[in-house]
Nanobody, 122 residues
Framework: QVQLAESGGGLVQAGGSLRLSCAAS????????MAWFRQAPEKEREFVAS????????RYADSVKGRLTISRDNAKTTVYLQMNSLKPEDTAVYYC???????????????WGQGTQVTVSS
């Protein structure tokens, strides 16, 4: 069992930056692929980024490549999402997820966090 808790969301102007964190409980954190998904109002939840167990391999949605960076610290059982050059269309609730590679779709997720709101104003 893994419990996930996101933090770091908030309101930021377009072009600004935020860093999301996801703290995981449980001793099996390093076994899981970790990912971030997001869901905007009246839209389906979509994949943002994923990272393999040791951080050597990452994947990104085309819409965020070059602006968002996923990383993890297994010693701290935490995964991060550094968000730069934010755009209004990045506004969404961001969810942390744990599962198996490639963890690119909601059906592949074993555990979800509660989500954190990110709002980007124009």
């Amino acid at each position: 069992q893994v419990q996930l808790a996101e933090s770091g969301g908030g309101l930021v102007q377009a072009g600004g930056s935020l860093r999301l964190s996801c703290a995981a409980s449980g001793r099996t954190f390093s076994r899981y692929v970790m990912a971030w998904f997001r869901q905007a109002p009246e839209k389906e939840r979509e994949f943002v980024a994923s990272i393999n167990w040791n951080g050597a391999v990452t994947r990104y949605a085309d819409s965020v490549k070059g602006r968002l960076t996923i990383s993890r610290d297994n010693a701290k059982t935490t995964v991060y999402l550094q968000m730069n050059s934010l755009k209004p269309e990045d506004t969404a609730v961001y969810y942390c997820a744990a599962g198996s590679w490639p963890l690119a779709g909601p059906s592949e997720v074993a555990y979800w966090g509660q989500g954190t709101q990110v709002t980007v104003s124009s």
